[in-house]
């Protein structure tokens, strides 16, 4: 199983990032992929999760109205965009597989590597 | 600010057993499951024990979760020079809709 994420982006405030995350060596539409981000030298804070197989999307209320999360199963790929970029939005993204149960019970039990999105004027 | 408070440290030397606690509350806790994740320096966090006390193949035995009311621990036994890391806990909150992360924990070997 490997979540491989794209790379590095520097953004400018205002504008929008797009990372993806390419699933492989198991079945994608069987599992949610969530997003979780983290600033430098902080905490994790999950943004929200979609499930491959219907394209259902949860929000974190933080981002809600920001974040977009979209797959494209054709290449097992799970996409993470965000808008309006701010200074704080500079942190290190991660895509995280979970099986497809009640979030009450999620886990999240592999995780890509990491997207460092920089927002720089 | 995290729903889930941790320690911001806990030390001992090798061949120790070092305890991390997660205090949380009935909407979380108390209520649904609890994950613990391993971060190393500069890498992505690793799932370490799930549903309270399970462990994901390869994650060692010296690891073990328990759950006491709205709270749950880590313990790592046999403490060695490579579980230095950043220890998180996280579990879903029922009253904020949102999947919470604990404050974390840095863990040093002496």
């Known amino acids: 199983v490997q979540l491989m994420q794209s790379g590095a982006e520097v953004k400018k405030p205002g504008a929008s990032v797009k990372v993806s995350c390419k699933a492989s060596g198991y079945t994608f539409t069987g599992y949610y992929i969530h997003w979780v981000r983290q600033a430098p030298g902080q905490g994790l804070e999950w943004m929200g999760r979609?499930?491959?197989?219907?394209?259902?999307?949860n929000y974190a209320q933080k981002f809600q109205g920001r974040v977009t999360m979209t797959r494209d199963t054709s290449f097992n790929t799970a996409y993470m965009e965000l808008s309006g970029l701010r200074s704080d939005d500079t942190v290190v993204y991660y895509c995280?597989?979970?099986?497809?149960?009640?979030?009450?019970?999620?886990?999240?039990?592999?995780w890509g590597q990491g997207t460092l999105v920089t927002v720089s004027s | 600010q995290s729903v889930l408070t941790q320690p911001p440290s806990a030390s001992g030397t090798p061949g120790q057993r070092v305890s991390i606690s997660c205090s949380g509350s009935s909407s979380n806790i108390g209520t649904n499951t609890v994950n613990w994740y391993q971060q190393l320096p500069g890498t992505a966090p690793k799932l370490l024990i799930y549903?309270?006390?399970q462990r994901p193949s390869g994650v060692p035995d010296r690891f073990s979760g328990s759950k006491s009311g709205s709270s749950a621990s880590l313990a790592i036994s046999g403490l060695q020079s490579e579980d230095e890391a950043d220890y998180y806990c996280?579990?879903?909150?029922?009253?904020?809709?949102?999947?919470?992360f604990g404050t974390g924990t840095q863990v040093t070997v002496l």
């Open positions: 979609i499930n491959p197989n219907s394209g259902g999307t």
């Open positions: 549903s309270f006390y």
């Open positions: 995280a597989r979970s099986p497809i149960v009640l979030a009450g019970t999620w886990y999240f039990d592999y």
């Open positions: 996280a579990a879903w909150d029922d009253s904020l809709n949102v999947f919470v």
